[in-house]
């Protein structure tokens, strides 16, 4: 999880510059670094979390499957 919150951080900060630069309104690159971000950093923990599940059915399909089940939450 900590990947995923200097990630989003990472991310707000390139929104917030790339927005501004091509807009020039605070306003705008504030509200378009607040929620393209959001929704990426959701999306990027998704992804993360489905490429897991597949290495482990691949591993699981293989004969080396690890004994720790994946957690539902996070």
Same mark, same amino acid.
């Given at each position: 999880?900590?990947? /995923? =919150?200097t990630f989003a951080i990472m991310h707000f900060s390139v929104a917030f510059g790339v927005t +501004?630069?091509?807009t020039g309104? =605070? *306003? *705008?690159?504030s509200a378009v670094a607040l929620v393209e971000p959001a929704v990426n /950093? *959701?999306?990027y923990h998704v992804h993360e979390r489905v490429w897991e %599940? =597949? @290495? #482990? +059915? #691949? &591993? &699981? %399909?293989n004969g080396r &499957? #690890? @004994?720790t089940p994946m957690p539902l939450a996070a």
């Open positions: 999880m900590t990947k /995923t =919150i +501004y630069a091509l309104d =605070i *306003v *705008v690159g /950093t *959701v999306g %599940r =597949i @290495r #482990r +059915y #691949r &591993a &699981a %399909r &499957a #690890r @004994r």
